[in-house]
């Protein structure tokens, strides 16, 4: 598995930089506040599931897209953060 990018950064280079968007404008055609797109663009927040339908109705995508984007990125962070050294697996035996 490979370190996803944060989908803030996925929206600033696919979508925003090659249309000419800037983040207010962005704010404005999502109905949400400036701060909270600089936040995601400049990958210190998440997108949550209202984010992500909200981008999904703008650009045309599904809001699965952009969340699962985002799990993958959260999933990513968790694995290189936690301490699983000390939990041993659990096995069931079927007889």
Avoid: C
Wanted: negative net charge.
């Amino acid at each position: 598995m490979f370190n996803p990018p944060h989908p803030g950064r996925i929206l600033r280079q696919m979508y925003l930089e090659p249309l000419g968007l800037s983040i207010t404008e962005l704010a404005v055609r999502l109905g949400v506040s400036r701060h909270a797109v600089s936040q995601i663009i400049n990958e210190h927040t998440r997108i949550s599931p209202q984010m992500a339908w909200r981008l999904a109705t703008l650009w045309g995508t599904t809001a699965h897209f952009w969340s699962g984007m985002q799990e993958e990125y959260d999933l990513w962070q968790a694995k290189n953060e936690v301490d699983l050294s000390q939990i041993q697996a659990y096995s069931i035996s079927q007889e």
